[in-house]
């Protein structure tokens, strides 16, 4: 117990380091993040975290690739592609919200609006869009909205994540918010989510192999074949928080907005890659 | 009779042997612990834990063996059963105990397995 | 933290042999309530077990099972109270995990 007692202490003392360093820019956030993995999967090239699971094992990759001839969402982006291009019942389009007409944007959401003062996901937009036009919002884990996002994910493969943090404190109070969530012990198991994918990506939980936190979002919206289609990264977001018997917060809150805009802050440069496959 | 209890413990006090070692867990009481262990819904040691003949079982911890050499006080093995982030604060390790995953009881059966690896 | 459930509890086994199901119904609607309450502290840290034993402990006492409403009642005031204690505890601790930070 004294033995115990004394590594409490120890760790209580190197655990003081980093509350004195804490307040740092998202920028200075990112680059140690980027360098944390860099140094935990050194064979690793940076532009293939956004392949999750797959950039970390070579049997899983290999599984994996052999399965992307015939991708089981392609049914999914084309209706995506078509729903984005119908007029609403008043004649406008999707694309008349976006800027571009909608066409290789993804790379830009989540963004924060200065005028409302909130985190706009891309799911967001498209309902905003769709109220805008007189249209009934969609619901947001799975279904048409998660087709019409694969679609806008399409117009933008390749282009690099740029998210931006702009120069108000509610902004930073933002990105803030999201990076607590991530890094705090929620339900019943006593998880973050940095518990998992930060602490031990690569490594297996029962037959599941954890991705890193860098690149995370990259793929969404992603079909999974527990899921049998696709789903958005917010219902991604609800099943972590299951799994740790914590009660998931709800498609598209305020919290799981920050989330994302941390998370996605983190993965700025890396290309959009969505929409994937998971299992 | 509760003379007689109380004469029972000041002898195995004095001796220096604990009641619990006296007793021994039977095969119901392991068998009820190997099943805690195991199930995905109460421990789900195996999530992290490779030990005896589980399949599937995930590598964040480290392998369950050799239990009785290294953990010669139970007691100890207990505390970090019910609550690890006692020992490591950035432990994963779910605190058993601490947030009613399992009961004493229970952790006690999950013990009288361990200590048959 | 644990003492005054302890109380509880031990009040509760006590009192249950005396009064069976008179004060049953008085005793479940306070637990209950305790615990919703408690639930509503734990904000965004609400734990899923505890919504499950809430539920739960609603449906028996519908059915007019008080003891049993009570039981699983007093389960869900134990999570909900710990869900709260890790909401509180995260406030400042989740720092320590930040990777560099």
Redesign the interface.
Known sequence: MLKAKIILVAMGVALLAPQVLAGATPEEDRKETVEYFKQMFPEVPLKDFVNGQYALNEDRRAQWQSLQDFPPYEFAVAEGKEMFEAPFANGKTYGSCFENGGIGVRQNYPYFDEGTKQVITLELAINQCREANGEKPLKYKKGDIASISAYMATTSEGEAFDIKVPDDPKALAAYEDGKQFYYSRRGQLNFSCASCHVQNPGKWIRADLLSPTLGQPSSFPVHRSKWGELGTLHRRFAGCNKNVRAEPLPAQSEEYRNLEYFLTYMSNGLPVVGPSTRP | MRKGLIYVCLTTLALGVAPVVLAGPSQADIDRGKELVFSRKDG?C???HKMDDGK?????GPELADMNTRYPDRG?LFKRIWDE??????T?M??FG????LSKDQINRVIDYLYTL | MNKPLLTVGLTLSLLVPLCAQAGAKEDFQKIYSDAKSAQKDAGDFKWTTTSSRLKAAESAAESGDYDKAKTLAAEALKLAQESVDQRKTQAEAWRKAVIGG
Do not use: E
């Not at chain 2, 601490?98 to 995953?101: A, D, E, K, Q």
């Open positions: 789900n195996l999530a992290c599937l079982t995930g590598t964040i100890i982030t006692q020992f490591n604060p950035q994963v779910p605190p601490r947030h009613s995953i």
